[in-house]
C-alpha cells in the first residue's frame, strides 16, 4: 500500500541577485535538490516597481527535520539583517522520503 509520510519544505523569497548564493549556502547544509520560480508580491519592504531593483524568487526545497535548523540558522546569521530575504517552514507529505533525507 503507497503511503505518504511527512517532511519539512523551506520556502525562501528573495531578490534573484541571492540565487547562487543562497543556494550555495543551502548546499552546505545538506540540501540535495529545490525549485526556483520568480514570483512578485508586496510585504514591508514594499513593491518592487522596477526590474533594475531585481525580481523576487521563490525557493523551496524538501528536508529532514535535522536539516531546518541548520538551514534557518544560517538564514538567520547571513541573509535576515542584511537582505529582504523571507523564510518559512511547511509539514508536506510525499512518497519516498528517502530522496530527501
Same mark, same amino acid.
Given at each position: 500500500?503507497?503511503? &505518504?509520510?511527512?517532511?519539512?519544505?523551506? +520556502?525562501?523569497?528573495?531578490?534573484?541577485?541571492?540565487?547562487?548564493? &543562497?543556494? @550555495?549556502?543551502?548546499? #552546505?547544509?545538506?540540501?540535495?535538490?529545490? +525549485?526556483?520560480?520568480?514570483?512578485? !508580491? @508586496? !510585504?514591508?519592504?514594499?513593491?518592487?516597481?522596477?526590474?533594475?531593483? !531585481?525580481?523576487?524568487?521563490?525557493? @523551496? +526545497?524538501?528536508?529532514?527535520?535535522?536539516?531546518?535548523?541548520?538551514?534557518?540558522?544560517?538564514?538567520?546569521?547571513?541573509?535576515?539583517?542584511?537582505?529582504?530575504?523571507?523564510?518559512?517552514?511547511? +509539514?508536506?507529505?510525499? &512518497?519516498? #522520503?528517502?530522496?530527501?533525507?
Amino acid at each position: 500500500m503507497t503511503q &505518504l509520510v511527512p517532511i519539512k519544505m523551506i +520556502t525562501i523569497i528573495a531578490l534573484d541577485s541571492l540565487q547562487n548564493r &543562497l543556494l @550555495e549556502d543551502l548546499r #552546505k547544509c545538506g540540501m540535495k535538490g529545490y +525549485t526556483i520560480v520568480e514570483v512578485e !508580491g @508586496e !510585504g514591508l519592504q514594499a513593491k518592487h516597481f522596477t526590474d533594475w531593483e !531585481g525580481r523576487n524568487i521563490r525557493i @523551496e +526545497t524538501l528536508v529532514s527535520d535535522e536539516k531546518v535548523l541548520s538551514i534557518m540558522e544560517m538564514l538567520s546569521q547571513n541573509y535576515f539583517e542584511k537582505y529582504g530575504v523571507i523564510a518559512f517552514v511547511t +509539514t508536506v507529505e510525499v &512518497l519516498r #522520503k528517502e530522496r530527501f533525507d
